[in-house]
């Protein structure tokens, strides 16, 4: 019995195969539109994955709390006595001084993002020569000397040379040299950043002696790190205290944001697709009801035209969603998801040239295939099952 | 009693009244029998032919083949008996047009009930009807005549006790027509049950011991003397 119905199984399955074969032209046409479909789906999935992954393990290493001034609801540079008051705060372990801006580069129409440390201070400060692809972070007596990002690199020309120049506010210009160059695993935060002696930067901006852009906070114990941020709020309450879990958040819901937008005029592209195969299959040609009617009266089931449509329906949605999700790693892995750059990457001119590695959980796949292969299979089996139940003289018409 | 139809009766709304098809039709056919039913268009012998087959549900009425009422059966068991008692053939062409000939004739030997020379039967058939040349043509390449003839090649091919047959020989010339009243008579003679419903009165008059009845708005007679 069981190798009876494997048996009319197999035959059923030759049938719905021959049939999409003889309908080669529309099946093949249907296999494509869904197949574009699950690839734009599935790579807004995997490079929001991968940039969220990315995000996360190089936002690993930046500081545990930021503190910036504002004023009328503005950052505005904090003053380095604030350190005293840190101090008395149990808890903290170290607070280093930082200027952090933007340098606009009319020439290239590029904002670089400049950030002055006190590298010697920083408690990872040792560990960013393992961020850098060559070269070494110049130490605090070493003026003039930058470590830069992969784009900056390029957009200044810097394979050829090593010394470039930036203007201060009074357009006089400070000259710098390359002392290394950030590893490219690190490009979503390096990519357009010019990292220098905290009195280079203090130099570069004009900003004066007892002032900084922020603090950068390291606390004894991570897990304390709300509660220090709590008294830190309260000791002084002109200060905006940031959290790297509160910037990792930030990350995780611009990408999250951006990738959901883009989600959302996908998930519109497919429930059009969803109406038109509905409205395809429910409108089943005459010469479809006529082939449905004919199947019945020569002695088949309802459940194997039902079976058929669904073996028909399950190859061209397996088929879209392999060569779909294929398509979408490899848009992603070798093509770095060019499509998407301008919608995920954001603003910049200068946007990095990640190396992604997608990853796709299984809940993701599952997801895109309830969007897609359940809808579809719906919008082909009921309407076939709806003529199958018809009875089949009147679909002859007799 | 191979079919045995009991009161059958089948109507149809036509603009706002009900208008009877089949009118209390009652019907006894033994095996081997060979029936014509005469009637103009419209009479109900094409609905009768449905309601026979299983096609379509009566209103009220008894459908009976083989001592098994039609519409007591699950889907499955109808189509079964569909699959493997009945031959049909229709008075248009009802031939899947993607399929070639010999795929279309295949067709009710699918599932499981593919016996090994199949092939080799269908193209005996095809023979039989004219047409052994065209078992790799597509129903497009071939008149209205040849498809008839295709279709009721397919009919034989799971050598089944009954042929229901609608028109049979509506498109086919003079010479066809012979051939294929001659197949008809030759599986007659082994034991195949035949209801061929048709307007033609001459076709009654070229089957040997054919049991011949009209039908007129519904209601079927005997013509037997």
Redesign the interface.
């Known amino acids: 019995m069981a190798l009876?119905n494997i048996?009319?199984q197999l035959?059923?399955l030759d049938?719905a195969l021959?049939?999409l074969w003889?309908?080669r032209a529309k099946s093949f046409s249907i296999l494509l539109v869904f197949a574009a479909i699950i690839f734009l789906l599935a790579s807004f999935q995997m490079v929001t994955q991968s940039l969220s992954d990315k995000a996360k393990q190089v936002l690993a290493y930046t500081p545990e709390i930021t503190l910036q001034k504002m004023s009328a609801g503005r950052q505005e540079a904090i003053p380095l006595a604030y350190r005293e008051q840190l101090a008395g705060i149990f808890g903290i372990r170290r607070v280093v001084p930082r200027i952090w801006g933007y340098y606009f580069d009319e020439v290239r129409l590029a904002n670089y993002t400049v950030m002055g440390m006190e590298l010697e201070n920083m408690p990872e400060g040792a560990r960013l020569d393992a961020s850098l692809a060559n070269g070494k972070m110049p130490g605090p007596e070493a003026r003039g000397w930058v470590f830069v990002g992969h784009s900056i690199k390029e957009a200044l020309n810097l394979d050829e040379r090593y010394t470039f120049s930036l203007f201060r506010p009074d357009l006089t210009l400070k000259a710098f040299t390359v002392s290394g160059e950030f590893s490219r695993d690190t490009d979503i935060l390096t990519n357009d950043l010019i990292v220098m002696n905290l009195a280079d930067a203090r130099d570069l901006y004009g900003i004066p002696a007892g002032l900084v852009t922020d603090f950068c906070v390291y606390v004894a114990n991570p897990k304390e790190i709300d509660t220090i941020a709590k008294k830190i709020s309260t000791a002084l309450p002109s200060v905006r205290v940031l959290t790297r879990p509160q910037i990792q958040k930030t990350y995780q819901v611009v990408f999250g944001w951006r990738s959901g937008f883009g989600s959302i005029c996908l998930l519109a592209a497919l429930a059009a697709f969803v109406i038109l195969a509905w409205d395809k299959a429910s409108g089943l040609s005459p010469?479809e009801r006529?082939?449905i009617a004919?199947?019945?009266?020569?002695?088949?089931?309802?459940?194997?035209i039902l079976a058929t449509r669904f073996w028909e329906s399950l190859i061209v949605s397996g088929l879209a969603c392999i060569l779909g999700m294929t398509a979408a790693y490899i848009h992603v892995v070798y093509f770095a998801a060019s499509l998407f750059r301008p919608v995920l990457m954001g603003w910049s001119v200068l946007r990095p040239d990640l190396h992604l590695l997608p990853r796709m959980a299984a809940g993701d796949i599952l997801l895109i295939l309830a969007f897609t292969v359940i809808p579809y299979l719906a919008a082909t089996v009921i309407p076939a099952w709806r003529s199958a139940t018809v009875?089949?003289?009147?679909a002859?018409?007799? | 009693m191979i079919i045995e139809c009991r009161d059958l009766i089948k109507t149809y709304p036509v603009e706002n009244t009900m208008v009877h098809a089949v009118n209390t039709v009652n019907l006894s056919v033994n095996k081997g029998d060979f029936l014509v039913i005469l009637g103009h268009s419209g009479s109900g012998k094409t609905t009768l032919l449905s309601l026979i087959g299983g096609l379509t549900s009566p209103d009220s009425g008894q459908v009976f083949i083989d001592g098994v009422e039609n519409w007591q059966q699950s889907d499955r068991a109808l189509s079964t008996m569909r699959n493997s008692k009945i031959g049909f053939i229709f008075q248009f062409a009802s031939l899947i047009p993607t399929l070639s000939v010999m795929e279309n004739i295949l067709l009710p030997l699918s599932f499981g009930r593919n016996p090994a020379g199949s092939r080799e039967l269908a193209l005996d058939i095809l023979a039989q009807v004219g047409l052994a040349d065209k078992a790799r043509a597509f129903p497009s390449q071939l008149s209205g005549g040849q498809q008839r003839r295709v279709s009721i090649a397919r009919s034989f091919i799971n050598c089944p006790d009954i042929i229901l047959a609608d028109e049979p020989t509506g498109d086919l010339d003079e010479e066809t027509e012979k051939d294929i009243l001659e197949l008809f008579r030759g599986y007659n003679e082994q034991g195949t049950t035949f209801v061929v419903v048709t307007h033609n009165s001459d076709l009654a008059a070229t089957q040997k011991g054919a049991r011949v009845f009209s039908m007129r708005q519904g209601v079927l007679s005997s013509q037997d003397a």
């Open positions: 009876k048996e009319k035959n059923i049938y021959s049939s003889r309908r010469e006529r082939e004919i199947l019945k009266v020569l002695g088949w089931e309802t459940s194997d009875p089949a003289d009147s002859l018409g007799g």
